[in-house]
């Protein structure tokens, strides 16, 4: 253990943990009661969707290209409508039904992207701004106001255990956490890691980059519809504009985790703890009564303060980790 805390020492990882208890400690004091049991739930039904957002948006940073992904909050907003104006009145908004058809959804627009950005050569950003404004309007057409009415298992999701103190919503966030943990055993994750690093050398070594990029926006897909279904946890309704929000916040989490933006580096707990850190943010601010219409500036300032420490932070930790290979 100490040999790991030494290793972690002065990483980007190690920062944005040491931001999130300091924010954690900053709420604690201005509202004790936050982690009272009776507001537990509430609080991390609120905190759900932003952290699955930002775990989708990893996998296509850590491939390389520059590949920040747009479409994750419209995808999120889709999967809310879907299950609400779609299937639920179609009478498939069963829990299994529902969500393997959400699941098969959030994957194959992920896979989509994927596709034209691997195999049609173009750049992430155009092709995931293309899917931003396709998601959003799809959702207006297919539900033009918002909804009332989610799924039983919805509302089920909602609630918690022991007298509160484990929300159920917290299986989504352990359902994708299981999928990342899957890939690391198969080695998917340390490929997608080698093709965001050097696509060259990747193929040079074997890899099929074209199929290992796909994979990675398939995953965020897939875990964007983990998202989608956090998100109707939360608003416990369908709602065609909501999901738009989560995607400055989803990609300021990555930055804020220490995930180089330039792909080929990066962990899943970096967004994981980045979302933590954006979501006291934001309760922060709200226990000191200061307007919520400044979280979207809040957002920005800390996606360029997250970009400039991240970068200087790596290279002395490559660096640092040279200097011992050498000794």
Not at 43 to 58: D, E, K, Y
Request: aromatic residues 4%; contains cysteine.
């Amino acid at each position: 253990m100490p040999d790991v805390l030494t290793r972690l020492k002065g990483t980007p990882l190690s920062v944005v943990a040491g931001v999130a208890a300091v924010l954690l400690v900053g709420n604690l004091v201005l509202t004790p009661d936050m982690f009272a049991p009776a507001q537990l739930p509430s609080l991390v039904n609120l905190m759900i969707p932003s952290v699955l957002a930002a775990m989708a948006s990893a996998p296509s940073v850590m491939a390389g290209r520059g590949g920040l992904d747009l479409s994750i909050g419209p995808l999120l907003g889709f999967v809310n409508v879907l299950l609400v104006g779609v299937l639920l009145p179609h009478q498939l908004g069963g829990p299994v039904a529902a969500i393997s058809i959400l699941l098969l959804v959030g994957a194959t627009v992920g896979l989509l992207s994927g596709v034209v950005v691997a195999y049609g050569r173009v750049q992430p950003v155009v092709v995931t701004l293309g899917g931003y404004l396709v998601l959003t309007g799809y959702s207006l057409v297919v539900m033009p106001q918002p909804v009332g009415g989610v799924p039983v298992w919805v509302r089920w999701l909602s609630g918690s255990w022991l007298a509160g103190l484990a929300p159920r919503s917290l299986l989504l966030v352990l359902a994708a956490a299981g999928v990342w943990v899957l890939l690391i055993r198969l080695g998917a994750a340390s490929t997608i890691l080698a093709v965001g690093s050097d696509d060259r050398a990747a193929f040079t070594s074997g890899l099929n980059v074209e199929r290992t990029r796909c994979l990675a926006y398939a995953l965020g897909g897939l875990l964007a519809a983990l998202g989608g279904i956090g998100l109707s946890v939360l608003i416990q309704s369908g709602d065609p504009t909501v999901g738009r929000q989560y995607t400055l916040a989803a990609i300021a989490a990555v930055a804020l985790g220490g995930n180089q933006l330039a792909g080929g580096a990066g962990t899943m707990t970096g967004p994981v703890l980045g979302a933590l850190s954006l979501f006291l943010i934001q309760t922060l601010l709200s226990a000191m009564h200061v307007s919520s219409l400044w979280i979207q500036i809040v957002y920005g300032v800390v996606l360029l303060v997250a970009l400039v420490l991240n970068t200087k932070l790596a290279v002395r930790f490559a660096a640092r980790t040279q200097a011992g290979a050498a000794a």
